[in-house]
Nanobody
Framework: QVQFEESGGGLVQPGGSLTLSCAAT????????MGWYRQAPGNERELVAV?????????ADSVKGRFTISRDHANAVYTVTLQMNSLKPEDTAVYYC????????????WGQGTQVTVSS
């Protein structure tokens, strides 16, 4: 099992920046792929960015060059951070921290989500 604590969502103007952070704990967290998915109203959940324990990263095409994912750990807490720059209204969504033992499939573990709203 994996437990998440997400933070950093909010309201920002177009062109602005936000940083999302997720602290994960659990018996398998050191071995999982961690990442962020998002879901906008009326849309399905979609991958934003994922990072493996070895540092392999995948980004959605829509966020490449604007978002940066990183991963760190201290003691038994693994943190994944999503730095979001040049935000656009279409980035508005609920963002979910995720974890899964494998890369390339829908994650098994999901956080509760944090709202990001990009609006003037």
């Amino acid at each position: 099992q994996v437990q998440f604590e997400e933070s950093g969502g909010g309201l920002v103007q177009p062109g602005g920046s936000l940083t999302l952070s997720c602290a994960a704990t659990g018996s398998i967290v050191s071995r999982v792929v961690m990442g962020w998915y998002r879901q906008a109203p009326g849309n399905e959940r979609e991958l934003v960015a994922v990072i493996t324990r070895d540092g392999l990263i995948n980004y959605a095409d829509s966020v490449k060059g604007r978002f940066t994912i990183s991963r760190d750990h201290a003691n038994a807490v693994y943190t994944v951070t999503l730095q979001m720059n040049s935000l656009k209204p279409e980035d508005t969504a609920v963002y979910y921290c995720t974890a899964d033992p494998s890369l390339g499939r829908v994650p098994r573990y999901w956080g509760q989500g944090t709202q990001v709203t990009v609006s003037s």
